[in-house]
């Protein structure tokens, strides 16, 4: 099993930035891909971003390119969500997953093994 654990969410004014962070632990030998999704009221949960533990193969979603940066520090099983220039559109409770096989893209929450309990990211305007 792997536990995935998901921190540094809190209240922030548009144009600012923020860096999540999604720490691993247990069988961290066995992730193949980390990813990061939100889940705004009223909407359906969304990609967000992924990367893939081995090869640092990053994909973003259309909605957060250029303002995301998604990257791992392989040593402390630590991979981070670093968001520029937020808007009060990017309000949501983000989740980290990881996927412990290749299957897909992973783009869609089916594609992953194990979640945290989220973080809430709420940016005024």
């Known amino acids: 099993q792997v536990q995935v654990a998901e921190s540094g969410g809190r209240l922030v004014q548009a144009g600012d930035s923020l860096r999540l962070s999604c720490a691993a632990s247990?069988?961290?030998?066995?992730?193949?891909?980390v990813g990061w999704f939100r889940h705004a009221p009223g909407k359906e949960r969304e990609f967000v971003a992924t990367?893939?533990?081995?090869?640092?193969?990053?994909d973003y979603a259309d909605s957060v390119k250029g303002r995301v940066t998604i990257f791992r520090d392989n040593a402390k099983n630590t991979v981070y969500l670093q968001m520029n220039n937020l808007k009060p559109e990017d309000t949501a409770v983000y989740y980290c997953?990881?996927?412990?096989?290749?299957?897909?893209?992973?783009?869609?929450?089916?594609?992953?093994?194990?979640w945290g309990q989220g973080t809430q990211v709420t940016v005024s305007s």
């Open positions: 997953a990881v996927g412990l096989f290749v299957v897909g893209d992973g783009r869609f929450a089916s594609q992953y093994n194990y």
């Open positions: 247990g069988r961290t030998f066995t992730i193949y891909n």
């Open positions: 990367i893939t533990w081995g090869s640092g193969r990053t």
